[in-house]
């Protein structure tokens, strides 16, 4: 399994918080999904070891309007 880091600068209540977990749950090759608190929130995403799903998510991220940057370490 790998975990993808997403940054999002945008102010998300609690509400839009659990739809979008619930969202990326629903996609297939996601495993789990953490979001983190402060700004900007940090979004961990376990997804399946060999699924190409970078780019997918970081879409699906802007789709529903939030503002998502990639963190490569």
Do not use: Q
């Not at 839009?16 to 629903?26: E, G, Q, S």
């Not at 953490?34 to 961990?44: A, D, N, T, V, Y």
């Amino acid at each position: 399994m790998n975990t993808l880091h997403f940054y999002v600068n945008s102010d998300i209540d609690a509400d839009r918080l659990t739809f979008v977990k619930a969202d990326l749950m629903a996609m297939s090759h996601v495993r789990n999904v953490e979001i983190g608190k402060g700004s900007p929130r940090e979004l961990m995403i376990d997804v399946d070891e060999h699924s190409n799903m970078t780019m997918s998510l970081l879409d699906h991220l802007n789709d529903v309007g939030l503002k998502a940057e990639i963190s490569y370490s």
